[in-house]
């Protein structure tokens, strides 16, 4: 054994030789060191004459290689060598560069920056801090993220070592910096309205980000009904607004069947709002188009949200998956299965109002009645290189409403379910690419389907009713952009493909009539976008060419606008388009789908339902000063190819089915004053509507949208604890007909006088909301709010029709909005 120890520690020597001799070498100056080996090796070494003072260095052995000699330097020193030739190194210091990155208006961090060197790639954290290695000053620094202007520089032009703040700005800077109304809803350069939820506020009788509820507090944008499946643009219909939630299509936008936005207020980051000069990528929207925009930032860190008001609870999170993509789930659902609140009941009572579910015949006792919602949305974020960036979207839409219908027949007890539903499902890509600083190509393609079905069910006939209405529409679009200096040019490709099916099934006695129309439509259309150098003066025109091969007819449309500053405070926009649609939304009778979604989508056949066109034309004037902004606008607008069925008539010409046109014209008008945390504003809106139908008795008479005065006078409080605000909604009466007095009756049927002649009672509404926000922990946030919606509980009259009862005379009927109805919210960041 003591053998055996003896050449152990032998053994143990000799491996521990090396290391005890390099101790005992002495470290010599690296230039000394690097006279030897440029004398060994006959190479030359190129260095500015301070880079190495002070640094000592163990030599190297002379049995080694001079690739392995330079490698054994490198991994004593800070240094980097490079080689230039066989006879011909330089040699520089590794820098670090460190930073916060903000965005340069609100002064926030930034996350998921990218920030690219020659050598090395990072992207900031939640605080916006990144750190990279360099190798030299000289190496050129690329900084981007989307939404924001690239940075591209030389290291040197950084405070290196520093961490300072690196600002970036927005790619589309806002003209004005504060908000257009509240914070977070913005006039940009490009003309168009913008929300921004990552910095919103609030707005009175809100506690959720709603899109559509939102714009209805821009000027010349309402709700004849109340809902944001009517949404009227400068007096249009609602089928006439283009709604894309992430460049897809939708052809469904509410839950309750139009009292709350189908689209999850969470998912949805921002949103753009087109009432005239559209860019040439846009097609369809004849009146307006608002494009809803989830976060496009791949978010390299776990996070989430939880929040439960007394409609719905939802929750959203993002799980990350690597460095380069993240997957983003989002889920909302109805709370009535757990708890039927105030709030529900409300919202339930308006949607079934005067309606089938809630009262049927005095032999058919209703029972059983049962409502819910959900929505789901799933996005997958790619950015497989610094240059390209993929997101695939999925979103799943339902609202289904059920009864029992039960009355005694022949003796028995017989119950039967009614039910009606609406439901979407979509599905996109978009693929971005940018092949440098000039020029970027997109790729998107939807696939979006849309279906309302109901069954309705007659116990007394003991007949089944059912209705489907479908829509499914493809779409394929290929664009290219090139940006040099001041000029920016656009060429794209679109194709869309549209699918109508209309169902009317009857089992006693047997009837079916189905329906199906299908409608290709290509386009191509090219754009140019010149700014001044100063900013000053900006010119967008652009001409869209779309060819429609069902009809064989080809449809130009040119586009332009024009933004010119004034001054320092005052600046001049000018804006005029031509645009086309071929679906619109008809009512055959106002008992459809049990009398709750009387709306079907139909296609255009050319003929008895025109294709729509229209043109539309502005000028308005911008002041802004000291916290106050003024925004002026007239308009001119003129939609041909509408048809009454689109035109949502209850009274006169409920049942006639003609084609003709309307005129809107008017006057939009803002007043916004901002004092430090508190936003006050006044807007004001004059609308001129007028319908032509050749064939009608009227030939000229007030569109069913035509809402001569609509004011909104509101303030919102807000800081980093609260947002408070109120407001006030009026506007004067829908047009709408009355029986002719002295002769109500002709032929059995309600005799009107002059068409649209009376108005209903004006519409006033007194609305308030509060979000306090407060940090639970450093992981933790949260925010608990109420709102109160028609604070005064006006009973505001949207409606009237007339019917002939059996006794031989008219029936009045009329649907009221929501009364007094509050709502509470608690949410829950992570």
Known sequence: MPGTNNHILYLLLLLWCPFLNGQDRQKSPITDVLENISMTHNITFNYESDLLVGIEVLPPSKDLSLENTIRFLERQTPLIFTKISDLVYTITRVLKLCGYIQDASLQQPLEGVTVNGRSGYTVTDEKGYFEIELASLSESLTL???????????????????????????????????????????????????????????????????????????????????????????????????????????????????????????????????????????????????????????????????????????????????????????????????VRTPTYDVYFDRVTQDTEAQENVSEVTNSDQAFNFYDTSLRWLYNPSDRDMVRVNFLLINNDLSFNETASVDGAIQTRESSVSQNSLAAGLHYRRHWSDAITTVLNIYETDYKLQSINANVLADQRFLQENTVSETGVKVEGTYRREQWQFKLGYDFVETEVVNLNDIDLPRFVRRDEEVLREHAAYGQALFRSRDKGFTIRSGIRLNYLSKFKELILEPRISIRQALGDHFEMEAQGEYKHQSTSQIVNFQNDFLGIEKRRWQLSDNDAIPILKSKQASLGLLYKKDGWLLDTKLFLKKIDGITTQSQSFTTKYEFIKESGSYTASGVEFLLRKKFNTVHNWLSYSYLKNTYTFENLEEVEFPSNFDITHSITLGTTYSDRSWDISAGVNYRTGKPTSIPLPGNEIIDDDVNFDQANDVRLQDYLRLDASAIHKFKINDALRSEIGASVWNLTDRKNSINTYYRINQSGTIDTFSRFSLGITSNVVFRLYF
């Open 144 to 338: 981007r993220h989307i939404g924001f202007k690239t940075i591209e520089r030389q290291a040197r032009f950084f405070n290196i070592g520093d961490c300072g703040v690196i600002p970036m700005l927005e790619q589309a800077q806002v003209m004005s910096p504060s908000a257009y109304l509240v914070r977070g809803i913005d006039k940009r350069q490009d003309w168009n309205t913008s929300i921004d939820y990552k910095k919103f506020s609030l707005l009175p009788g809100l506690i959720e980000g709603d899109v559509l509820q939102t714009v209805q507090a821009l000027p010349g944008i309402i709700s004849v009904d109340e809902t944001v499946s009517n949404i009227n643009i400068r007096g249009g219909s609602h089928d006439q607004n283009l709604i894309l939630w992430d460049g897809i299509k939708m052809f469904q936008s509410g839950h309750f069947f139009g009292l709350i936005s189908s689209f999850n207020p969470h998912m949805t980051q921002s949103a753009t709002i087109i009432h005239n000069g559209s860019d040439v990528s846009y097609t369809d929207g004849v009146s307006g188009t608002i494009h809803m925009q989830t976060d496009q930032q791949l978010q390299p860190h776990f996070s989430g949200l939880f929040s439960v008001n007394f409609l719905n609870a939802d929750l959203l999170t993002n799980i990350p998956l690597g460095g380069k993509s993240s997957l983003q789930v989002a889920a909302r659902k109805s709370v009535d299965n757990l």
